[in-house]
C-alpha cells in the first residue's frame, strides 16, 4: 500500500535536520520504501510503499516512529516528539445541566465476535467552520478532498495517526431509535452510502443496524446516508470501532468499496490507537468547530489482549546474521521501536514483548529481522563461501536436454506453460489420491494454493478448462511433484506431461517424434488405453532392460495425457545415433492399406508386425481415413537386393497377422 507523507507534516512528529533526500535515502534502507517525493503545495511529500503486514507504519506518526529509529541508527540525530494530545474532558453527568452538554449516548449491543473495540462521545454545539488553510492544505497534498472541518477532520486524524474514525449525525441516530446493534447481516437487505450510492448485502457483512433491523452503517469501510453527517448537523458522534479484519475485507471486496479505512482495517489496525484518535478528535473538533464534550465516554473493549512475548536466545542472532551484536545494542534497538525487552545473561536469551501496534512480530525470525533491517541489511558483511563451489550437478540433472524438449515440442506446435507447485484440496484429489496423502502448508498464501501437488496432469487440465475457445490445444510442462517421506523433506521428482485435445495417434506420434531427436526407438506402451482413466505403461527397451518411463492416461474431453519422469529419460539418452554401415543393396519399401476396427492399438500392431520377419526394418503410418490405415513398411537384407518372390511371403504373413489378431482387412497395396 502506498501513502503519501508531507515533509512539514512529518516534521510535527520527528524531530530531524535531516534533508528529504537524505531522509529518503537512509528510510528506504532499512525502513519503508520512499519511491519518490513530489512537490504539493510548494512542499516535499513522500510517497511510501509500505507492505501489508506493517499496518502501524500507514500513517504521519507511523512513519515518524520508523524514520527516527532509522535515522538515529545512522548516525544522524532524530527522536520522535513525544505526543501532545491531551486527554479527554470528562463531564459531571449527574450534575443538572442543559440539554446540551448532558446527552444520553445511544443503546450500544456489541458482538464481541465481530468488533474488538467500541468507544465513542458524543459532542454538542457543532460548527460547520471552513477547513483551516493548514489543514486543507495537507488533505489536498494527499489527494483527500475537502468539504468543511466537520467531515475533515475525521480524514486527517485517519492520515495521522492511522487509524479510521467516523463522524455520525447524533440526532439521527436518535430520530432512527437511538440504538446501534453490531451484527451479521442477512442477505439482500438494501443500504445507500453516504455518497449516494445504493448496494444490497450479500450476507455475512458485519453492519450496524437500528432496533428495526435498518442498516445504519457499513462499519469500518463508509458511512450510510441515512446517519451521514450534513450542513444542518448540530450534533455529533465520533466514534471509533475495532472491527475483525476478516469481515472488514470480505465486506469491502464484495461490494468492491476500497476506502482508505477499509484498507487500514483489513489489515489489523491496533484496538490501542483508539484512545489517542478519539483524544485527537476531541481536541480538533473542539479547536476548529467550537463543539463541546457532551456524553460520557463509551468504552467497550473485549478484544483487549496482549501480544505474545517471544524468546529469542543470543546465539540466535548470530547464526541468522553471520555477525556478533552485543546484546545491548540488540536491547537497544529493540525497544526504540517499542518492545519491552528482558536479557537473561544466565541463559543468554531475550525476552521480547512486542509492542500492541506490531502483531506482525511472533516467532524468532521476526524479530531477527527487525535487528537486520535496522542494523541495515548493507552493513552486514558479504563473505564468500570457505569452501570451493560445488560443481557436480544432481543426479539425472541436464539442462541442456530441457530446453531441447522445450523448443521441439513448442516447434511441433504444443504450448508450454508454468502452474503453481501448489494446489487446492479439490486439484489435489483428481490425482486419485487423499488429500492427507498430500504435503499441506501451514500457513497457506490463499485458501485455493494449500497441498504441495502429486502430479501435473490436474494443474495442465485446469489450463485447458481456462481456453474453451483452443478447441485443439496441446499443453506441456517440466516441473517437480512432491511425495511426502515421514520425518523428512518430501522427494521431488521432475517430470514432463503432456496433455493435449488431439487424438491419441496424433499425441503418441508427437512423443515418439521427441524420442527419436535424442536417438530413443525402441518405445514400447503395454495395455494401451481405450477408456476413460485407463493408463498405459511406458517403456522402453535398451541393452541393460527395460526402463519405465511413465504413464499415457485417457481424460475427459477425448484429452490425452502423457506423464514422463524425466530423469528416466535422461538416463536412456543419446546424444548421437548409433553407426549403422551402409547396406549393400537397396531397399524395398512399399504401402498396405488396411481396414481396422474402432480402437485398434495400433502401437502394438506395428511390434506384432515388425516380428514377422528380419528383414522388416521399418514400419511406419503415413495416412488415415475413417478407420483406413496405410502403412509404409520397408524391406531390407544388407546383404543382397530382395526380389518380389521374397517380399511376397512376407507380406502374406502381415496380413495373416492383421487378419487374425486384429480382425483387419486388406483394402489396397502399392509398391
Given at each position: 500500500?502506498?501513502?503519501?507523507?508531507?515533509?512539514?507534516?512529518?516534521?510535527?512528529?520527528?524531530?530531524?535536520?535531516?534533508?528529504?533526500?537524505?531522509?529518503?535515502?537512509?528510510?528506504?534502507?532499512?525502513?519503508?520504501?520512499?519511491?519518490?517525493?513530489?512537490?504539493?503545495?510548494?512542499?516535499?511529500?513522500?510517497?511510501?510503499?509500505?507492505?501489508?503486514?506493517?499496518?502501524?507504519?500507514?500513517?504521519?506518526?507511523?512513519?515518524?516512529?520508523?524514520?527516527?529509529?532509522?535515522?538515529?541508527?545512522?548516525?544522524?540525530?532524530?527522536?520522535?516528539?513525544?505526543?501532545?494530545?491531551?486527554?479527554?474532558?470528562?463531564?459531571?453527568t449527574s450534575a443538572q445541566k442543559t440539554d446540551s452538554t448532558n446527552l444520553p449516548l445511544p443503546q450500544i449491543k456489541n458482538n464481541p465476535t465481530f468488533c474488538k473495540r467500541i468507544i465513542c462521545v458524543v459532542l454538542s454545539d457543532v460548527q460547520h467552520t471552513a477547513t483551516p488553510d493548514w489543514m486543507a492544505k495537507r488533505l489536498k497534498q494527499i489527494e483527500q478532498n475537502v468539504h468543511d472541518s466537520v467531515i475533515d477532520i475525521t480524514n486527517y486524524i485517519t492520515h495521522e495517526l492511522g487509524h479510521p474514525c467516523h463522524a455520525f449525525d447524533y440526532d439521527k441516530i436518535m430520530q432512527l431509535g437511538g440504538v446501534i446493534n453490531v451484527v451479521e447481516a442477512e442477505k439482500g437487505k438494501r443500504f445507500t452510502t453516504l455518497d449516494g450510492e445504493s448496494y444490497e448485502t450479500i450476507g455475512g457483512e458485519v453492519v450496524f443496524e437500528?432496533?428495526?433491523?435498518?442498516?445504519?452503517?457499513?462499519?469500518?469501510?463508509?458511512?450510510?446516508?441515512?446517519?451521514?453527517?450534513?450542513?444542518?448537523?448540530?450534533?455529533?458522534?465520533?466514534?471509533?470501532?475495532?472491527?475483525?479484519?476478516?469481515?472488514?475485507?470480505?465486506?469491502?471486496?464484495?461490494?468492491?468499496?476500497?476506502?482508505?479505512?477499509?484498507?487500514?482495517?483489513?489489515?489489523?489496525?491496533?484496538?490501542?490507537?483508539?484512545?489517542?484518535?478519539?483524544?485527537?478528535?476531541?481536541?480538533?473538533?473542539?479547536?476548529?468547530?467550537?463543539?463541546?464534550?457532551?456524553?460520557?465516554?463509551?468504552?467497550?473493549?473485549?478484544?483487549?489482549?496482549?501480544?505474545?512475548?517471544?524468546?529469542?536466545?543470543?546465539?540466535?542472532?548470530?547464526?541468522?546474521?553471520?555477525?556478533?551484536?552485543?546484546?545491548?545494542?540488540?536491547?537497544?534497538?529493540?525497544?526504540?521501536?517499542?518492545?519491552?525487552?528482558?536479557?537473561?545473561?544466565?541463559?543468554?536469551?531475550?525476552?521480547?514483548?512486542?509492542?500492541?501496534?506490531?502483531?506482525?512480530?511472533?516467532?524468532?525470525?521476526?524479530?531477527?529481522?527487525?535487528?537486520?533491517?535496522?542494523?541495515?541489511?548493507?552493513?552486514?558483511?558479504?563473505?564468500?563461501?570457505?569452501?570451493?563451489?560445488?560443481?557436480?550437478?544432481?543426479?539425472?540433472?541436464?539442462?541442456?536436454?530441457?530446453?531441447?524438449?522445450?523448443?521441439?515440442?513448442?516447434?511441433?506446435?504444443?504450448?508450454?506453460?508454468?502452474?503453481?507447485?501448489?494446489?487446492?484440496?479439490?486439484?489435489?484429489?483428481?490425482?486419485?489420491?487423499?488429500?492427507?496423502?498430500?504435503?499441506?502448508?501451514?500457513?497457506?498464501?490463499?485458501?485455493?494454493?494449500?497441498?504441495?501437488?502429486?502430479?501435473?496432469?490436474?494443474?495442465?487440465?485446469?489450463?485447458?478448462?481456462?481456453?474453451?475457445?483452443?478447441?485443439?490445444?496441446?499443453?506441456?510442462?517440466?516441473?517437480?511433484?512432491?511425495?511426502?517421506?515421514?520425518?523428512?523433506?518430501?522427494?521431488?521428482?521432475?517430470?514432463?506431461?503432456?496433455?493435449?485435445?488431439?487424438?491419441?495417434?496424433?499425441?503418441?506420434?508427437?512423443?515418439?517424434?521427441?524420442?527419436?531427436?535424442?536417438?530413443?526407438?525402441?518405445?514400447?506402451?503395454?495395455?494401451?488405453?481405450?477408456?476413460?482413466?485407463?493408463?498405459?505403461?511406458?517403456?522402453?527397451?535398451?541393452?541393460?532392460?527395460?526402463?519405465?518411463?511413465?504413464?499415457?492416461?485417457?481424460?475427459?474431453?477425448?484429452?490425452?495425457?502423457?506423464?514422463?519422469?524425466?530423469?528416466?529419460?535422461?538416463?536412456?539418452?543419446?546424444?548421437?545415433?548409433?553407426?549403422?554401415?551402409?547396406?549393400?543393396?537397396?531397399?524395398?519399401?512399399?504401402?498396405?492399406?488396411?481396414?481396422?476396427?474402432?480402437?485398434?492399438?495400433?502401437?502394438?500392431?506395428?511390434?506384432?508386425?515388425?516380428?514377422?520377419?528380419?528383414?522388416?526394418?521399418?514400419?511406419?503410418?503415413?495416412?488415415?481415413?475413417?478407420?483406413?490405415?496405410?502403412?509404409?513398411?520397408?524391406?531390407?537384407?544388407?546383404?543382397?537386393?530382395?526380389?518380389?518372390?521374397?517380399?511376397?511371403?512376407?507380406?502374406?504373413?502381415?496380413?495373416?497377422?492383421?487378419?487374425?489378431?486384429?480382425?483387419?482387412?486388406?483394402?489396397?497395396?502399392?509398391?
Amino acid at each position: 500500500m502506498n501513502i503519501l507523507i508531507p515533509h512539514n507534516w512529518l516534521l510535527e512528529h520527528l524531530e530531524t535536520a535531516a534533508s528529504p533526500e537524505e531522509l529518503q535515502r537512509l528510510v528506504s534502507l532499512s525502513g519503508p520504501s520512499i519511491e519518490r517525493i513530489y512537490e504539493r503545495e510548494g512542499e516535499p511529500v513522500y510517497d511510501i510503499e509500505v507492505t501489508t503486514n506493517r499496518v502501524d507504519s500507514m500513517s504521519v506518526r507511523g512513519i515518524a516512529r520508523e524514520s527516527a529509529v532509522i535515522l538515529a541508527q545512522a548516525g544522524v540525530a532524530a527522536t520522535l516528539k513525544p505526543s501532545t494530545i491531551p486527554t479527554v474532558p470528562k463531564i459531571d453527568t449527574s450534575a443538572q445541566k442543559t440539554d446540551s452538554t448532558n446527552l444520553p449516548l445511544p443503546q450500544i449491543k456489541n458482538n464481541p465476535t465481530f468488533c474488538k473495540r467500541i468507544i465513542c462521545v458524543v459532542l454538542s454545539d457543532v460548527q460547520h467552520t471552513a477547513t483551516p488553510d493548514w489543514m486543507a492544505k495537507r488533505l489536498k497534498q494527499i489527494e483527500q478532498n475537502v468539504h468543511d472541518s466537520v467531515i475533515d477532520i475525521t480524514n486527517y486524524i485517519t492520515h495521522e495517526l492511522g487509524h479510521p474514525c467516523h463522524a455520525f449525525d447524533y440526532d439521527k441516530i436518535m430520530q432512527l431509535g437511538g440504538v446501534i446493534n453490531v451484527v451479521e447481516a442477512e442477505k439482500g437487505k438494501r443500504f445507500t452510502t453516504l455518497d449516494g450510492e445504493s448496494y444490497e448485502t450479500i450476507g455475512g457483512e458485519v453492519v450496524f443496524e437500528n432496533e428495526v433491523g435498518e442498516i445504519i452503517d457499513l462499519p469500518a469501510i463508509k458511512g450510510t446516508a441515512n446517519t451521514a453527517v450534513d450542513n444542518n448537523t448540530k450534533r455529533v458522534l465520533f466514534w471509533i470501532e475495532s472491527l475483525d479484519h476478516e469481515k472488514v475485507r470480505f465486506a469491502s471486496m464484495k461490494h468492491a468499496i476500497r476506502t482508505v479505512a477499509a484498507q487500514l482495517n483489513e489489515k489489523q489496525v491496533d484496538p490501542y490507537l483508539a484512545e489517542a484518535v478519539l483524544a485527537r478528535g476531541v481536541e480538533l473538533y473542539q479547536s476548529l468547530c467550537h463543539a463541546t464534550v457532551a456524553s460520557t465516554i463509551f468504552d467497550e473493549f473485549p478484544g483487549a489482549e496482549q501480544i505474545a512475548p517471544v524468546r529469542v536466545k543470543y546465539s540466535t542472532f548470530n547464526r541468522y546474521l553471520g555477525i556478533e551484536i552485543s546484546p545491548e545494542d540488540i536491547s537497544s534497538i529493540l525497544e526504540k521501536l517499542g518492545c519491552v525487552v528482558t536479557y537473561d545473561p544466565d541463559a543468554t536469551a531475550f525476552t521480547v514483548q512486542p509492542p500492541s501496534f506490531r502483531p506482525d512480530i511472533e516467532i524468532e525470525a521476526d524479530v531477527v529481522e527487525e535487528i537486520a533491517r535496522i542494523y541495515g541489511y548493507h552493513n552486514l558483511p558479504s563473505t564468500l563461501m570457505d569452501t570451493a563451489i560445488p560443481t557436480n550437478k544432481p543426479e539425472g540433472t541436464r539442462f541442456d536436454f530441457e530446453h531441447a524438449c522445450k523448443q521441439f515440442l513448442a516447434h511441433i506446435g504444443w504450448q508450454e506453460v508454468y502452474t503453481y507447485s501448489l494446489v487446492s484440496e479439490a486439484v489435489a484429489l483428481q490425482s486419485g489420491e487423499p488429500s492427507t496423502a498430500h504435503l499441506k502448508l501451514q500457513n497457506p498464501l490463499t485458501d485455493d494454493r494449500v497441498y504441495l501437488r502429486h502430479s501435473l496432469i490436474p494443474s495442465l487440465i485446469e489450463v485447458l478448462d481456462a481456453n474453451p475457445q483452443r478447441p485443439s490445444l496441446g499443453i506441456f510442462e517440466i516441473a517437480h511433484v512432491y511425495h511426502p517421506q515421514p520425518n523428512n523433506l518430501p522427494t521431488e521428482e521432475l517430470h514432463l506431461t503432456m496433455v493435449g485435445q488431439k487424438s491419441y495417434s496424433e499425441i503418441r506420434g508427437d512423443f515418439e517424434s521427441l524420442l527419436r531427436q535424442f536417438y530413443i526407438s525402441e518405445l514400447s506402451i503395454t495395455e494401451v488405453p481405450s477408456e476413460l482413466h485407463q493408463q498405459g505403461e511406458i517403456t522402453v527397451t535398451t541393452g541393460s532392460g527395460e526402463v519405465h518411463l511413465g504413464t499415457i492416461t485417457i481424460l475427459e474431453k477425448g484429452r490425452v495425457a502423457f506423464d514422463i519422469l524425466l530423469t528416466e529419460l535422461v538416463r536412456i539418452l543419446k546424444t548421437h545415433p548409433t553407426y549403422q554401415p551402409l547396406p549393400k543393396a537397396e531397399a524395398v519399401t512399399e504401402d498396405l492399406t488396411f481396414s481396422l476396427p474402432q480402437r485398434t492399438p495400433i502401437g502394438t500392431m506395428i511390434e506384432k508386425m515388425h516380428a514377422v520377419h528380419k528383414l522388416i526394418t521399418s514400419i511406419e503410418v503415413v495416412d488415415q481415413y475413417k478407420q483406413n490405415f496405410t502403412f509404409s513398411i520397408t524391406y531390407l537384407d544388407p546383404e543382397k537386393s530382395l526380389s518380389k518372390d521374397e517380399v511376397e511371403p512376407i507380406r502374406k504373413q502381415l496380413i495373416a497377422i492383421v487378419n487374425q489378431t486384429f480382425s483387419g482387412t486388406l483394402v489396397g497395396a502399392q509398391s
